[in-house]
């Protein structure tokens, strides 16, 4: 191709903006064009921001963050409230040596029967030690329930907490009961006189006062309670409320003795307030050879002296009093 002829093909690729045709063009274009920037270096990404579909992302983190909050909040506080006053009078508080059964719903794995510890604590899976010294079932129910919920555990528990064993509130009732022994006291308020009935109640020979022995500061302390008399006025403000520890001690009735000239001689329980007119009919009565005007009776003193006195119907007869019907001269 002539000069002319070359020169008018490349004014029209020019035109037309086909550098292609010509080689040389397309190797000026290449070496004019600047190389593309490679992208800025960074920093080497660290292991808890590479991506790892195993790896939570933060911004699910800061929201399980954030729902935490509300259940530490609610273990510290609702969760640990005390028992009621009203609950301990209708219920039960749990107390060191009680053993529990603890059962969550659907969730068996959970299941223990556990003994309430020295501290006050009982062993729950997952939870580890849950204080329930001193308050009633249903309050340690609501406090393994929050546990439970508040650290992801489970997502609505529903836990039940049954006392097996009652064994840190037992009495002792000691003395002329049917049944001596110790009894547990399960829920509610326990007075006198339903500890007297779980023993069986009284023996005939049991004396009407009831010996209560209580420690108060490291101290015993005693009291005599008239029981008889709690029932004939209608008045319990006497009946005491018994608390762990107590010991009852129903004691032998006081006695008299008689003897001499009457049907019955031998000892006797000693009533309130009997007199000599109604030992004497307690005896049986006067023999035919006796007299009911001719009576002694031997008395021991604070000393521990006896003493013989003439004795009238009407004189009142004293514990371990020794009666004498004396023959009749006539």
Known sequence: MNSAARMGAWGLAAALGLSALSPHADAQQTRAKPAAKPPP??????????????VTPAPAAAAQTAAAAPASAVESSAAFDPSTPQELATGYALGVGDVVKVVVFQQPDLTVETRV?????????????????GVTAKRAEDRIAA?????????????????LQFKSRQVSVLGLVNRPGRYAMEEGVYRLSDLIALAGGALPDAADTV?????????????????PAL???????????IIAGDSIYVARAPVFYIYGEVNRPGMFRLEKDMTVMQALSVGGGVTQRGTDKSVQVRRRDASAQYSVTKAS??????????IFVKESLF
Do not use: M, W
């Open 41 to 54: 270096a960074s920093a080497p990404a660290s292991p808890s921001t590479q991506a790892d579909p195993a």
């Open 117 to 133: 510890s020295e501290v006050g604590t009982i062993s729950v899976p997952l939870l580890g030690a849950v204080p329930v010294g």
């Open 147 to 163: 546990l439970l919920r508040g650290r992801g555990f489970v997502r609505d528990p529903q836990v039940v907490v049954t006392v």
């Open 211 to 227: 010996t209560l022995v209580r420690t108060v500061g490291g101290k015993s302390q005693r009291y005599e309670i008239d029981l």
């Open 231 to 241: 029932f004939r006025a209608g008045d319990f403000s006497n009946n005491p409320e």
């Open 313 to 322: 119907l009407s004189d009142r007869v004293h514990q371990d009093d020794v």
